[in-house]
Structure formats: structure tokens, C-alpha cells
């Protein structure tokens, strides 16, 4: 193989490259395309630097946190347990809660009852009264007949007021005397 290379050397004809002519738009990019590069490498630095600098204040702050929660367990247990006694008064309320409705029913259906009773009672007395007072009605028409017929048969017999004897005038009364009612006859 290397007899064949030989042979082809002397119609080899060696090529330097050169470089074509740019024109100005190629080498505006040609020149931000290296400015780039070197900016990317440059933020690459800058953003792994960053990126340290953030791994160590992580750290700080995760040390302050711990610090932090060594400090706030005993608040949290507090916490917790001032939850558990709120949670105990709550069902003690909604169970007194829940006695004083039965309490209420319950004073409820006797205050019902009372009052159907006292109601009951009410209308047996209206319905006493009402025969007491239709009797006295009775009472007081037989007596004013009874008495319409005695001053009858009195003024039949003679015995009216003509035949009485006069009597004297009434006195003044005194200023010390207490003041009595007057009553009038009916006739």
C-alpha cells in the first residue's frame, strides 16, 4: 500500500487554505459570535460562584431554622395541647348545650300542660261564676218581689209613711266626725 501512495505523490498538488473574504455582515457576526461565547463562559462562572455563594447561605439559613424549631416544639406542644382542652370545652358545651334543650323541651311540655290545666280551670270557674251570678240574678228578682210585695201589702194595711211619726231634723255634722256614706231608698 504504500507503493501506491508513492506513485500518487507526484500528482498531488498541495492546497493552502485561505481564508475567503468576508463580507461586513459576516464579520459582524463572526465578531458576536466570539463576544458571545465569551460572555456565556463568563456567566457560566458567574452563576456557579452564585450558585456557591447560595449553597452556603442554604446552609446558614437551614441552621437557623433549626435553631428555630428547637425553639418553637415546646410552642407547638403547648399549641397542640391548648388545642386538645379547647376541643374537651367545646363538647362539654355542645353536651350542656344539648342538656338544655332537653331541660327546655321538657319545661316546655309541663309549662303546655299547665297552661291547658290552668286553662281547663279557668273556663270551670267562668262557668261557676256564671251560675253564681244567674243565681243572685234569681236571688235578687225573688227578693225584690218579696220586698215590692210586703211595701204592697204594708201600704194595703195602712202602715205607709203618712202614719209614721216625724222625725226631727238631722244635726250638723261635727268636723272631727268622719264623713259616712249616704244611702238612698228605692221605691
Known sequence: MVLYQLASV??????????PLRTVFEQIVFVTSGITSIFVFVL??????????????????????????VELKPMARNTAAMSDDVREMAK???????????????????????????????????????????????VASVATTAVAGLKFGARALGFD???RPKKNK????????????RLRRRD
Open 10 to 19: 507526484a500528482d498531488t498538488v498541495l492546497v493552502r487554505n485561505v481564508p
Open 92 to 138: 362539654n358545651v355542645n353536651r350542656m348545650v344539648d342538656d338544655s334543650r332537653d331541660t327546655v323541651r321538657v319545661v316546655n311540655e309541663r309549662v303546655r300542660s299547665s297552661v291547658v290545666t290552668l286553662t281547663d280551670r279557668v273556663d270551670e270557674m267562668s262557668e261557676i261564676i256564671g251560675r253564681v251570678n244567674r243565681s243572685a240574678d234569681r
Open 161 to 163: 209613711k203618712g202614719s
Open 44 to 69: 457560566i462562572g458567574l452563576i456557579v460562584v452564585g450558585l456557591l455563594a447560595l449553597r452556603s447561605t442554604a446552609t446558614k439559613v437551614l441552621a437557623k431554622l433549626e435553631e428555630l424549631m
Open 170 to 181: 238631722k244635726k250638723a255634722p261635727r268636723a272631727d266626725a268622719p264623713e259616712r256614706p
